[in-house]
């Protein structure tokens, strides 16, 4: 029978067809090396992405912290699942301060998460299927997108489009992780005007 291996966060799926005529202490061996270097290749690829490696869970045949080479050679599994969403919320919304226009700093301090609706920590987020940044000042789509009388841009002290360039930069460096788009969404509080809004869905 077939061994599996399956790196979750790095989106791959093995199935490795081992020789009969090896041991099963060396087909198991066999299967360890080779999820280790998967292991390794993910590893390295979240740490460029992200620029350090997320914490990991490594479950060998339902044990969570098994050593690889006690998997079964015949019909095991070995499961590496990384923990994104922490690094990716947080290096959106830190970048979304550091763009916005400070004057009261209400507009700064108003960054707001939501996971699945509801209201989170981006420093300690759930998963979910669905994360949304807004802003819950009432001119923060002005701030984006506004125009003055004499038509230029509304904010000055910074470039404008603050969501549109954060989600733009949030996809390039995430995107083999998460999907980003900026998108328009409905406000809090009741309001029934669509704010600017940054969606992050994970793979």
Excluded: C
Aim: glycine share 6%; hydrophobic share 40%; charged share 25%.
């Amino acid at each position: 029978m077939a061994v599996k291996v399956r790196i979750t966060s790095y989106e791959r799926n093995f199935k490795l067809l081992l020789d009969r005529n090896l041991s099963p202490e060396a087909r198991s061996k066999r299967v360890a090396a080779f999820a280790q270097k998967e292991i390794d290749a993910a590893d390295a690829q979240n740490r460029s992405a992200l620029g350090a490696v997320p914490p990991k869970t490594v479950t060998v045949d339902g044990k969570q912290g098994a050593p690889l080479e006690s998997v079964n050679p015949d019909k095991g599994t070995i499961v590496a699942e990384w923990r994104l969403v922490n690094d990716v919320l947080k290096w959106i919304m830190a970048t979304l301060e550091q763009r916005s226009p400070i004057v009261s700093g209400k507009y700064r301090d108003s960054h707001t998460l939501y996971v699945d609706g509801s209201e989170v920590d981006p420093n300690n987020a759930p998963m979910g299927q669905e994360a949304v940044f807004l802003n819950t000042q009432p001119y923060s789509r002005k701030i984006e997108i506004g125009k003055t009388e004499s038509g230029r841009d509304f904010v000055i002290q910074v470039p404008n489009r603050i969501y549109e360039r954060t989600a733009a930069d949030a996809q390039a460096r995430f995107g083999n992780l998460v999907k980003v788009r900026f998108s328009y969404r409905s406000a809090t509080g009741g309001r029934a005007d669509r704010v600017p809004a940054i969606v992050v869905t994970f793979k």
